[in-house]
Nanobody
Framework: QVQLVESGGGLVQAGGSLRLSCAAS????????MGWYRQAPGKQRELVAA???????NYADSVRGRITISRDNAKNTVYLQMNSLKPEDAAVYYC?????????????????WGQGTQVTVSS
């Protein structure tokens, strides 16, 4: 059983900052890529940023330069530092982990999602 627990969402004024965290726990053999996605009302879920186990990163064009993804491999945690937030950044933010679970000593690949955390940006 694996859980992804997100925290850090909330209400912020335009131009403000928030830091999201997502901690993975359970019978984890290894974690490959971790990422953050978001979904605004009436829109499809979209990738915000992703980071590999070697810390290579990928960002959506709309957030590049304002948002930074990082991870602490020792804590199985990924962070999303969001600065200069805009009203269009408002959405439910979901953590995703591409990982392998430990099944009797054998790694089994799976994809997990967090429950989502709301980010609201007031203009």
């Amino acid at each position: 059983q694996v859980q992804l627990v997100e925290s850090g969402g909330g209400l912020v004024q335009a131009g403000g900052s928030l830091r999201l965290s997502c901690a993975a726990s359970g019978s984890i053999f290894s974690i490959n890529a971790m990422g953050w996605y978001r979904q605004a009302p009436g829109k499809q879920r979209e990738l915000v940023a992703a980071i590999t186990s070697s810390s290579s990163t990928n960002y959506a064009d709309s957030v590049r330069g304002r948002i930074t993804i990082s991870r602490d491999n020792a804590k199985n945690t990924v962070y999303l530092q969001m600065n200069s937030l805009k009203p269009e950044d408002a959405a439910v933010y979901y953590c995703n982990a591409d990982l392998s679970v430990d099944r009797r000593g054998v790694p089994y690949p799976l994809d997990y999602w967090g429950q989502g955390t709301q980010v609201t940006v007031s203009s």
